[in-house]
């Protein structure tokens, strides 16, 4: 099967501290259309800095429960060094959510391009944050 755009996503939660807000947000695009998640690890790096991860299946209950609707079709890609690489920079007692996911609202626009021999040569997500700061700075030049 065919695959539209595949983005990796890693979102750190300091001290542990997750409220569920995002599984909401995250039916929300699947439902839409807008995308498809492919994989997912949910990662821990204890006061020793030890990273341990879990996949979708080894979630407890719980978790396992929330995110089972969210979670179709999970391809198992990413793994355990994976997760120790992508955390390297994560603090002690932290934990993140490393997702990978189709863009699914991009796949017909990615085929059109592969079907007409184009070359994707750059496709990069800006952080919103960069973007918050940019415009804070033009608005501040601008007054």
Known sequence: MPFGPIEL??????DNQFNGEIIPAMQELIDHGTIRVVDILFVTKDADGVVTEQEFGDLVDDLYTAY???VDDVNGLLTHEDAEQLTATLEPNSSAGIMLFENVWAKRFADA???ANGEV???ERI???VIE???AAYDEASA
């Open 9 to 14: 996503l890693v979102v750190k939660f300091p």
């Open 68 to 70: 089972d609707p969210v």
């Open 113 to 115: 391009v592969a079907n």
């Open 121 to 123: 040569v750059l496709n």
């Open 127 to 129: 952080p919103r944050i």
């Open 133 to 135: 700061e940019l415009v």
